[in-house]
């Protein structure tokens, strides 16, 4: 059988990437531009600065790709590129260079979800077995998505406000940890005790999440201390918030998973790299016999790996798109 080279491009946020992944699972190359030390000023990601790093990168890093392959255009079957969800200036430089070589080379083009890809960088690490949940966590994004087959999504439920990520990265500028904050926190809890009284959110019997209100919780904490001329210690602070959170995303997975009889799970999201996260995943499934697969770091924040691996399974469900698609800064996976 003919092998099948997808060249993937990711441009949803501040990083510029493109990748070859051949067959779904093997990856030939990868070049990823991050814009981290230009955001981190900021305290976060500029949509305006994100856009102008990306018309300024993406073709360096399309031909540094190739080169790094030693691959033409001649030998790429298709072109999968993220269209949604994300920064919409952002996306749609990704979109631009995606749409032009598919016109030029005469390449299918394949329109990506974001999330799909994040799901999908764990088939790189082992080819995903059905029926299984995601466990989506980043940023924009915290999910359960039930699979029976490949790229065929059902969401079970998502958070009503804050994104596990983003209420990361919240509270870990609350205790003036440097951007990106999510990681810093993390390593933080690992040192630190449960010791101060957070709340577990929206614990009710949805598939759903809620993390406002942890996140207010340890604002009003951290205010208060304050106010009262106490030093908060930061180690012990990291590691309460984290239990709490991880908890609220424990306690819904355990239920999706007896509930839909789940044999197999996946964590999909920059979030996947916790330790926090990881740990207590891994004591979950053990305990309820249950297979986890988690990607290794490089693929656990935004990549054009994932895209063209998830690219490859639209292409075979013939998930063909023309050049009048255009870029969503939000969307369902469907």
Same mark, same amino acid.
């Given at each position: 059988?003919? @092998?099948?080279?997808?060249?993937?491009?990711? !441009?949803?946020?501040?990083?510029?990437?493109?990748?070859?992944?051949?067959? +779904?699972?093997?990856?030939?190359? =990868?070049?990823?531009? !991050?814009?981290?030390d230009i955001h981190k000023d900021y305290g976060g990601v500029v949509p305006e600065i994100a856009s102008r790093q990306h018309v300024k990168n993406i073709t360096i890093v399309l031909e540094e790709c190739l080169t790094k392959a030693n691959l033409t255009m001649e030998d790429i079957d298709a072109i999968a590129i993220t269209y949604g969800p994300g920064l919409?200036?952002?996306?749609?430089? +990704?979109?631009?260079?995606?749409? *032009?070589?598919?016109?030029?080379?005469?390449? &299918?083009?394949? &329109?990506?979800?974001?999330?799909?890809?994040?799901?999908?960088?764990n088939n790189l690490v082992k080819e995903l077995q059905f029926p299984l949940l995601a466990v989506v966590v980043s940023g924009g994004h915290?999910?359960?998505?039930?699979?029976?087959?490949?790229?065929?999504?059902?969401?079970?439920? +998502? *958070?009503?406000?804050?994104?596990?990520?983003?209420?990361?990265?919240?509270?870990?500028?609350?205790? @003036?940890?440097?951007?990106?904050?999510?990681?810093?926190?993390?390593?933080?809890?690992k040192l630190g005790k449960k010791t101060y009284k957070l709340p577990v959110p929206l614990k009710d019997d949805s598939y759903n999440f809620s993390f406002s209100g942890l996140k207010s919780a340890v604002i009003n904490l951290v205010h208060n201390e304050r106010q009262r001329g106490n030093e908060i210690n930061k180690e012990d602070l990291a590691a309460s918030f984290q239990s709490s959170a991880v908890e609220a995303i424990i306690s819904k997975v355990r239920k999706a998973i007896q509930d839909r009889?789940?044999?197999?799970?996946?964590?999909?999201? +920059?979030?996947?790299?916790?330790?926090?996260?990881?740990?207590?995943?891994?004591?979950?499934?053990?305990?309820?016999?249950?297979?986890?697969?988690?990607? &290794?770091?490089?693929?656990? *924040? @935004?990549?054009? =790996?994932?895209?063209?691996?998830a690219g490859f399974y639209a292409y075979k469900d013939g998930r063909i798109a023309d050049l009048r698609l255009n870029s969503k800064s939000q969307d369902e996976l469907m």
């Open positions: 059988m003919k @092998d099948t080279y997808i060249l993937g491009i990711e !441009s949803s946020c501040d990083e510029t990437s493109a990748s070859i992944v051949k067959n +779904g699972t093997d990856e030939i190359a =990868t070049v990823i531009s !991050s814009q981290i919409i200036g952002s996306l749609l430089i +990704g979109l631009e260079a995606a749409k *032009t070589l598919a016109f030029i080379y005469k390449k &299918p083009l394949i &329109p990506v979800h974001h999330i799909a890809g994040h799901i999908y960088a915290t999910e359960l998505v039930e699979m029976t087959e490949h790229y065929k999504f059902t969401k079970l439920g +998502g *958070t009503l406000d804050d994104a596990i990520g983003e209420c990361y990265d919240k509270v870990a500028r609350v205790i @003036d940890l440097e951007y990106p904050g999510g990681s810093k926190l993390d390593k933080l809890a009889n789940i044999k197999n799970v996946v964590i999909a999201g +920059g979030v996947a790299a916790n330790n926090g996260l990881r740990e207590a995943m891994e004591q979950l499934c053990s305990d309820l016999n249950v297979d986890l697969t988690y990607p &290794p770091l490089k693929y656990c *924040t @935004d990549n054009a =790996t994932m895209i063209a691996a």
